[in-house]
Nanobody
Framework: QVQLVESGGGLVQPGGSLRLSCVVSRNIFNRYDMGWYRQAPGKQREFVALITSKRTKYAEFVKGRFTISRDNAKTTVYLQMNTLQPEDTAVYYC?????????WGQGTQVTVSS
């Protein structure tokens, strides 16, 4: 059973924006807080943002540029990414947060390049 399906990535110029979506199976969405993570080529996967029913938390390198949100009716988590920079190039994944309690999805590729 597929638990996480990410989408919305693509190629964007520096300074551009993208909105990522992650459809989460209901049993996972209703039980855990959710987060976004990313893995750049040759690097380890890293935390980007998380959302609970009461708060959000961001990695320092995305503060003020990225916004995480959730739609409970659609069991979907979003990541609005603005002012993208080449160093934001990575495969972006969603999963439970702060600990990962389910298998990783396929992720969605974000490439920031002119």
């Amino acid at each position: 059973q597929v638990q996480l399906v990410e989408s919305g990535g693509g190629l964007v110029q520096p300074g551009g924006s993208l909105r990522l979506s992650c459809v989460v199976s209901r049993n996972i969405f209703n039980r855990y807080d959710m987060g976004w993570y990313r893995q750049a080529p040759g690097k380890q996967r890293e935390f980007v943002a998380l959302i609970t029913s009461k708060r959000t938390k961001y990695a320092e390198f995305v503060k003020g540029r990225f916004t995480i949100s959730r739609d409970n009716a659609k069991t979907t988590v979003y990541l609005q990414m603005n002012t993208l920079q080449p160093e934001d190039t990575a495969v972006y994944y969603c999963n439970t947060a702060p600990n990962q309690y389910t298998n990783w999805g396929q992720g969605t590729q974000v490439t920031v390049s002119s």
